[in-house]
């Protein structure tokens, strides 16, 4: 079974700055992807930033240059520095982490209880 627990969650004035942590634990042999997913209300769960094994990135185009997603393979964290916050950056933030139980054993795809973020104006 894969855990994955996210903090850092709150609530801060537009253009403050964030930072939110995720840990993943279990039984893990390896970790594919990580990212964070965040939904705002009446709206669906999107895409807000992700990172492979080997360190490669990807953001909404919403978020570029103000978010910044890193991770340590060894600890199993992954991280999101939210910069220049906006309203519209308020939505509950999950985190998500895909990968394998064994070298050739099933595959996981695992998601947090997520975190609040709320950005006021």
């Known amino acids: 079974q894969v855990q994955v627990v996210e903090s850092g969650g709150g609530l801060v004035q537009a253009g403050g700055s964030l930072r939110l942590s995720c840990a993943v634990s279990?039984?893990?042999?390896?970790?594919?992807?990580m990212g964070w997913y965040r939904q705002a209300p009446g709206k669906q769960r999107e895409l807000v930033a992700s990172?492979?094994?080997?360190?490669?990135?990807n953001y909404a185009d919403s978020v570029k240059d103000r978010f910044t997603i890193s991770r340590d393979n060894v600890l199993n964290t992954v991280n999101l520095q939210m910069n220049s916050l906006k309203p519209e950056d308020t939505a509950v933030y999950y985190c998500?982490?895909?990968?394998?139980?064994?070298?050739?054993?099933?595959?996981?795809?695992?998601w947090g209880q997520g975190t609040q973020v709320t950005v006021s104006s």
């Open positions: 990172v492979t094994s080997g360190g490669s990135t």
């Open positions: 998500n982490a895909q990968g394998r139980i064994a070298p050739a054993g099933s595959q996981y795809d695992s």
């Open positions: 279990g039984i893990i042999y390896s970790i594919y992807g």
